[in-house]
């Protein structure tokens, strides 16, 4: 290939990523960060070994300082300590990509049965959960932030999405689908899944949606000099994945309860129709053994998590 030939092909692939790169690099964050150049976010699956990070801790710095020689930054700031990513929240960011990954195993194996049923509050209902992966992936990065306020609150509209979608599925004509409100639809989901009980995820994630003085005196901390500080968010991975995880486990229910005459495959519902939860599905014993794990590290860390806005949603 030749060489101009080459560089059109590597134009159309960078100009393909668009959207898709960004979110990419928003679900695992690396930063690197100085004065003279703000905050330079990267994409840290693509970092194992650190030195992405390191090159880009020296465009930082010889930016701040003037310096026209990289190399020369590396090696006159090679003391200088560099990122360090702590084990809790990069085992937080695996059970992000776990719950991801059980997600789209369940949207690969739909194959529309043109011979079933398909009302349209199935058809509503899908259009919502296909939306939610983007509202998922929001709450996501708010955990990452350790925004958990913000994050618990993103989450609880994609639950009660995933419970509206549950409802309205019976429902054929439009005028029905409409009057059914999300915030009014957990009943669907609390006689879908009873082990564990998303009525009681709802309840911990509504008091973070509508947060009180508990929430907010988990942010009010003292200086040295005892002056009140405001934190701007606390740091609880463990609970964060296991809000995570929960969300997904749920959205595949429900999925599979709803189009499980469009799926090639159930792995999360038994009995049928009506569906239930199947409370030996596979993907409850992975969220367990991922929680307790980032729990294991949340303990051996020497970084001061702080502990969460709530008590985890257990």
């Given at each position: 290939?030749?060489?101009?030939?080459?560089?059109?092909?590597?134009?159309?692939?960078?100009?393909?990523?668009?959207?898709?790169?960004?979110?990419?690099?928003?679900?695992?964050?690396?930063?690197?960060?100085?004065?003279?150049?703000?905050?330079?976010?990267?994409?840290?699956?693509?970092?194992?070994?650190?030195?992405?990070?390191?090159?880009?801790?020296?465009?930082?710095?010889?930016?701040?300082?003037?310096?026209?020689?990289?190399?020369?930054?590396?090696?006159?700031?090679?003391?200088?300590?560099?990122?360090?990513?702590?084990?809790?929240?990069?085992?937080?960011?695996?059970a992000?990509?776990?719950?991801?990954?059980?997600?789209?195993?369940?949207?690969?194996?739909?194959?529309?049965?043109?011979?079933?049923?398909?009302?349209?509050?199935?058809?509503?209902?899908s259009?919502?959960?296909?939306?939610?992966?983007?509202?998922?992936?929001?709450?996501?990065?708010?955990?990452?932030?350790?925004?958990?306020?913000?994050?618990?609150?993103?989450?609880?509209?994609?639950?009660?999405?995933?419970?509206?979608?549950?409802?309205?599925?019976?429902?054929?004509?439009?005028?029905?689908?409409?009057?059914?409100?999300?915030?009014?639809?957990?009943?669907?989901?609390?006689?879908?899944?009873?082990?564990?009980?998303?009525?009681?995820?709802?309840?911990?994630?509504?008091?973070?949606?509508?947060?009180?003085?508990?929430?907010?005196?988990?942010?009010?901390?003292?200086?040295?000099?005892?002056?009140?500080?405001?934190?701007?968010?606390?740091?609880?991975?463990?609970?964060?994945?296991?809000?995570?995880m929960?969300?997904?486990?749920?959205?595949?229910?429900a999925?599979?309860?709803?189009q499980?005459?469009?799926?090639?495959?159930?792995?999360?519902?038994?009995?049928?129709?009506?569906?239930?939860?199947?409370?030996?599905?596979?993907?409850?014993?992975?969220?367990?053994?991922?929680?307790?794990?980032?729990?294991?590290l949340?303990?051996?860390?020497?970084e001061?998590?702080?502990?969460?806005?709530?008590?985890?949603?257990?």
């Amino acid at each position: 290939m030749s060489t101009p030939d080459a560089v059109d092909m590597l134009r159309a692939q960078q100009a393909a990523l668009g959207t898709q790169a960004l979110f990419n690099t928003l679900a695992h964050m690396g930063a690197v960060s100085s004065l003279g150049t703000g905050t330079i976010v990267y994409d840290g699956s693509r970092d194992p070994d650190g030195d992405l990070n390191e090159d880009l801790r020296a465009v930082a710095l010889a930016t701040t300082l003037g310096m026209k020689s990289l190399d020369k930054a590396r090696k006159q700031f090679a003391s200088l300590p560099g990122a360090v990513e702590h084990p809790p929240r990069a085992a937080y960011i695996q059970a992000y990509k776990r719950a991801m990954s059980h997600v789209e195993s369940c949207r690969r194996s739909l194959q529309t049965n043109e011979h079933a049923p398909l009302t349209e509050g199935m058809f509503a209902g899908s259009v919502a959960m296909e939306r939610l992966i983007h509202t998922m992936f929001s709450a996501h990065v708010l955990y990452q932030l350790r925004l958990r306020i913000e994050a618990d609150a993103v989450a609880r509209v994609a639950l009660e999405q995933i419970a509206w979608s549950v409802a309205v599925a019976p429902l054929d004509d439009f005028e029905s689908v409409a009057k059914v409100q999300p915030q009014r639809s957990m009943s669907a989901m609390k006689s879908l899944v009873t082990q564990p009980s998303a009525g009681r995820l709802y309840s911990y994630l509504s008091s973070s949606a509508h947060a009180g003085i508990g929430q907010h005196l988990a942010v009010f901390d003292v200086d040295d000099d005892g002056r009140g500080l405001i934190r701007h968010g606390v740091t609880d991975w463990a609970g964060s994945a296991q809000v995570v995880m929960s969300i997904a486990d749920l959205w595949v229910v429900a999925y599979e309860s709803v189009q499980h005459d469009h799926l090639s495959r159930l792995t999360s519902v038994t009995g049928g129709p009506p569906f239930t939860a199947d409370p030996k599905r596979p993907f409850l014993t992975e969220m367990i053994d991922t929680i307790n794990e980032i729990r294991r590290l949340e303990e051996a860390d020497p970084e001061d998590h702080g502990g969460g806005t709530n008590p985890s949603p257990r």
